[in-house]
């Protein structure tokens, strides 16, 4: 089983619409979540750190379930520009690196 | 305030070849990253070094060397290029426990 796992996808929604990504994750020693965001050809870049009461940046919102190991993003009203890849960043305890999920990739339909 | 860069932008190379990939940041990050990024695949670690004079292995180290030149640089070599080294190239630098800044990429091609 994979350290950290995503839905590849891909996920194909109109103009408008709410879409929730989910990744989860097997260690529980797990500490520091991300989600990172990547064009295509493009370097990923990041979205935004999930802590543990959960946070908002604007239409998006991302959210951590430790008891049942995942990290979710919800982005609302989904515009043409948020269609990419998304992808989730996992760094268990005091290491340095992160593990990065597969990516879920996103199509936002006029 | 350029971030992280990374040279060359794309390179083709030929099986048993060698080439070395640059990696700068001017954020003054402690830690530096390699990630090879397939198809499928997602982002797999090669080598990292948490500080200056540091090395360690990742994920997928086995073909390649890496040096820490000094805070600023980390270079990533492929002694004797194969095919299935064909990948995307990043580099990323952090410091210690924060988010991961990512440079543009270099798109390796080995025949």
């Known amino acids: 089983r994979k350290e950290v796992e995503q839905d590849p996808g891909p996920f194909n929604v109109p103009e408008g619409a709410t879409v929730a990504f989910n990744c989860t994750y097997s260690n529980s020693a797990s500490q520091s979540f991300f989600w990172y965001r990547q064009d295509c050809r493009k370097e990923p870049k990041l979205l935004m750190s999930v802590y543990s009461s959960g946070n908002e940046d604007g239409r998006f919102t991302a959210q951590l379930n430790r008891a049942s190991q995942y990290i979710s993003l919800l982005i609302r009203d989904s515009k043409l520009s948020d269609s990419a890849t998304y992808l989730c960043?996992?760094?268990?305890?005091?290491?340095?690196?992160?593990?990065f999920g597969s990516g879920t990739q996103l199509t936002v339909l006029p | 305030n350029a971030g992280v860069t990374q040279t060359p932008k794309f390179q083709v190379l030929k099986t048993g070849q060698s080439m070395t990939l640059q990696c700068a940041q001017d954020?003054?990050?402690?830690?530096m990253y390699w990630y090879r990024q397939d198809p499928g695949m997602g982002l797999r670690l090669i080598y990292y070094s948490a500080s200056e004079g540091t090395t360690d292995k990742g994920e997928v180290p086995n073909g390649y060397n890496v040096s820490r030149l000094n805070k600023r640089e980390f270079s990533l070599r492929l002694e004797s290029a194969a095919p299935s080294q064909t990948s995307v190239y990043f580099c990323?630098?952090?410091?210690?426990?924060?988010?991961?800044?990512f440079g543009p990429g270099t798109r390796l091609t080995v025949t």
């Open positions: 990323a630098s952090d410091t210690t426990g924060y988010e991961q800044y």
């Open positions: 960043a996992v760094r268990r305890g005091s290491a340095r690196q992160l593990t």
């Open positions: 954020m003054n990050h402690n830690s």
